[in-house]
């Protein structure tokens, strides 16, 4: 069986049955921050120095999504080859008010998609090769949770 | 408002794909904006430059390396990064020590030799630079930011009709721009039968990358009317950065500022950039009547009318549908044909939007002159959080 990692180390939960990502919390004013900083709050007026992790809501509001529709560059990774369009979310998060950009997973085209609609948080493979499976996170509506 | 710096010189190299040096465009734009202010390489005693990161060393330095190029003269000199703002970074350099008494004469180069197809980021692994992690981990090219507002811009009112109208009329504006890449009149249909790179906007609604240059020569009000009576005045710049939080997603960033412990402020970042602008000016949007904007993508210039105050949110579309931002319009928008017609040249583009201006303020813009224009404004936008916007007068 392969190690599972993932994309980014700190940023993600990868349990299959708890995804989520990892951000931080200011432990003085609140803020939250994702991806974590860990070396000072970043609100200007708090700048403390003490940060704590703190999982983030794994469902938010579609705000926009747009398509790509030609591959990107290098140090992009195509999973497909011929390369597969896909569809990129900028989802809301209620609670924490932070917008986070992730891929859409597949099979999920952008004619699909319409803001507004609630999307929830899973995981997906970004890399694969003989001994390690690297996992990201990507945004599924949910009214097409199967 | 504060004290004024003269704008005596401007200069350019025309925008394409040459494949040629970037100093080479830096060094012709600089010898234009020389004869155009009727001083010697020798009067100048301060060169700022606008780096570019990728033309290796030289770029990286390019105020030593425009220097080098023009012969030593033992010039002081800064080179300034801060992405597509560079060009305003390297003029507030120059502004900033003319108006310190420090020297009287600069100039303010920028060039640019661009690779084809999307800008990636630089070579090597780093795990730590979130432009290097979008690309591996998102596929997020800069399209797909554009892609993202183009949508939000949708959910406003507007339509892919719009956007295409904003190329055309982009298009024309620069048909008879000697410096421009594309001179070539386009239709809705050719926007609208493009091939579709982030949805909604397809690649004639996206700008290129191109190779150019633009230079200016900045210099003190006193040294300024020695040659000229009337010179065009740079009467602001403004190069801010977003306030905590800032809500709106900007690139190359995974996330927006969470404001679950601030609340987002009133005034959001890219209405910001011109809002300083207009306060160290002492202006209103209302008395601009010609702008340059930075329309990466068709879209993005509907955003700039809103975010520099040419009318309120959410009435870009009626101010384009109305004819105000096209050339004999209320307040032209782009004249030289912007991106669409000349494709990014990073480190040259705010200068060059700087030298549009000024050509027309001196009613010297041939066909595409802006009648009467008196105040213009500029915008545009470094990645990270680089503001950029430059007000100039006559």
Known sequence: MKTRVPAVAGWLNIDPAHPRLIGTKCTKCGSIFFPRETVRCRNPKCGHNELADTELSPKGKLWSFTGAEYQPPAPYVPRHDPFQPFAIAAVELEAEKITILGQVVEGVKVADLKIGEEMELVLDTLLEDAETETIVWKWKPVRSAA | ?394
């Open chain 2, 1 to 394: 408002m504060v004290d004024q710096v003269a704008v005596l010189g401007v200069g350019m190299h025309p925008w394409g794909k040459w494949g040629r040096n970037f100093i080479e465009y830096g060094v012709k734009a600089a010898e234009d904006a020389l004869k155009d202010a009727g001083i010697a390489w020798t009067d100048v005693q301060y060169l700022a430059g606008g780096e570019t990161i990728r033309n290796g060393y030289p770029g990286f330095v390019p105020g030593a390396s425009f220097a080098q190029a023009l012969g030593w003269t033992g010039a002081r000199v800064s080179s300034s990064y801060g992405a597509c703002a560079s060009g305003t970074q390297a003029i507030e350099a120059a502004r900033t020590r003319i108006l310190a008494g420090l020297c009287d004469v600069a100039l303010v180069v920028g060039a640019d030799t661009t690779p084809k197809g999307f800008l990636a980021p630089n070579k090597g692994e780093r795990g730590d630079d979130p432009d290097w992690l979008r690309f591996r981990v998102l596929g997020a090219t800069n399209t797909t930011y554009f892609g993202l507002y183009a949508r939000r811009r949708m959910a406003l009112g507007a339509t892919s009709e719009d956007f295409a109208e904003i190329k055309v009329k982009n298009a024309r504006h620069g048909l008879t721009n000697p410096y421009a890449r594309f001179r070539k009149e386009v239709k809705v249909e050719d926007v609208l039968s493009s091939a579709m790179v982030a949805d909604p906007l397809r690649l004639l609604d996206i700008c290129a990358t191109s190779d150019g240059g633009a230079a200016l020569v900045l210099c003190s009000m006193e040294f300024a009317r020695k040659h000229t009576a009337n010179p065009v005045t740079i009467a602001a710049i403004s190069t801010v950065t977003p306030s905590y939080p800032s809500t709106i997603i900007e690139m190359p960033n995974f996330s927006t500022d969470s404001a679950a412990a601030v609340p987002a402020p009133v005034v959001p970042f890219r209405d910001s950039i011109a809002r300083a602008a207009y306060e160290e000016a002492g202006i209103d949007p209302s008395d601009v009547n010609i702008a340059e904007v930075y329309d990466l993508s068709t879209a993005l210039e509907l955003d700039w009318y809103e975010n520099i105050g040419l009318c309120e949110t959410g009435d870009a579309v009626k101010l384009l549908r109305d004819g105000a931002t096209k050339i004999g319009g209320r307040v032209p928008v782009n004249p030289s044909g912007g991106l669409a017609c000349f494709g990014e040249a990073v480190p040259a583009q705010a200068i060059a939007q700087v030298c549009e201006l000024t050509w027309h303020l001196r009613g010297q813009a041939g066909e595409r002159q802006v009648q009467g224009a008196k105040v213009g404004i500029t915008a545009n936008q470094g990645l990270f959080g680089h503001g950029s916007s430059v007000i100039v007068k006559r």
